[in-house]
């Protein structure tokens, strides 16, 4: 009797075990979602400044967008396209071009050639040179048209907001092309750079009539770090933590502007020193070059 009692003792223990195991291994399989939710945490845009000289080239990248602002001149426009081929890039989701100058709108037609381009956002057309044409005969063989932008818009993509500033203005007394810049507001969280294009002194009235581009914490400095009257009272507007110049070693930025961010406590970094990557997310910023 007793060993028949045993044997059932043990047959239920052993089924005891099993159900302990099969718990076990169910909240093993509990835990891979566990990590999957922590990454989601960790989402980052990346912010490349390409060295290419007195030029602005910039490649924003996050999770599943990717935005080119400016494309440098039409000489580095393969350095352009093999740095997006590095990076595993097939699709752009906008190309936005800030100005018509040769040295944002030189590497656009490479661009449209080799990528799929979701839109083209522009400022008008002040000017007239064989970039422009090149560019609006590749936008015209990839069946696309431009978006000129005209009044500010806003839209959002991987939890990034992005606002282009159209100018207020269709003619300027001095130096129209750099003036009829598009600013572009970046904004990830507590964190926000700001694309001022060649914005010179009419123009930079017209954005410090702009709250919302107060405080940014980075800037990508006008027309390459040159100084202008209004240069000092728009860097102490903006007041940004950093800043970013695109600039060559024969062309590295006027003293003045130096100046004007150094007594506001900004660190600069200069393309001219190489490539410049930021990595941005919600409640931090690092900078490697």
Known sequence: MKRVLSGK?????????AVLLLT??????TAPKQESSTSATDASLTVTCLKAGAADAFVLISDNHVTIID???????????KFLDEQGITRIDEMILTHFD???VGGADH????YEVGTVYTTYHSKESD???EYLNALKAAGMEETEVTETISYEADGISFTIYPPKARTYLEKESNNSSLAIKVTFGENSMLFAGDAEYERLSELMSIDEIRGCTILKVPHHGRFNDNSRAFIEYVNPEYAVITSSKADPGDQEVLDALDSIG?????TKDGAITISI??????FQQ
Do not use: P, R
Not at 9 to 17: D, E, N, P, S
Not at 71 to 81: A, I, M, Q, S
Not at 266 to 270: E, N, S
């Open 102 to 104: 040769k040295d944002h």
């Open 71 to 81: 494309t440098g001149l039409d000489k580095k426009g393969e350095k352009l396209v």
């Open 131 to 133: 970039d422009i044409t």
């Open 281 to 286: 997310t919600a409640n931090k910023v690092d």
């Open 9 to 17: 003792y043990k047959i239920q223990a052993l089924i005891l075990m």
């Open 111 to 114: 661009v449209l050639e080799n």
């Open 266 to 270: 900004a660190a600069t970094y200069f």
């Open 24 to 29: 076990a291994c169910g909240s093993a399989s």
